[in-house]
């Protein structure tokens, strides 16, 4: 699947955002949502925050897909789901 970059406005909140395109005249909606988590959530607090990161998003809702790992602060790191057409 190609893949193409929207800006959207950097919060430090959590975000819905849905996307509607026409691919070849044939309209297709996504739904994405933006959670901030932070550090401090980590059950073990480790250096290892690749260790940190799979336990946060391990017992996510099984309906949304991992899709965008962001830019990680020193507090926390935004990741990106995207709703699954299962």
């Known amino acids: 699947m190609a893949v193409i970059g929207i800006e959207i ?3 430090l909140e959590e975000q819905e955002i849905e996307v509607e395109v026409r691919i070849n005249g044939i309209k297709k909606q996504y739904h994405y949502r933006v959670e901030i988590f932070y550090w401090e959530e980590c059950e073990f607090p480790t250096n290892d925050r690749v260790e940190c990161i799979k336990r946060l998003i391990s017992g996510y809702n099984p309906e949304w897909d991992l899709a965008h790992i962001g830019i990680p ?3 926390f790191i935004p ?3 995207k709703k699954n057409r299962r």
Do not use: K, Q
């Open 79 to 81: 990741i990106t789901f």
């Open 9 to 11: 406005p950097r919060t």
């Open 73 to 75: 602060t020193d507090d």
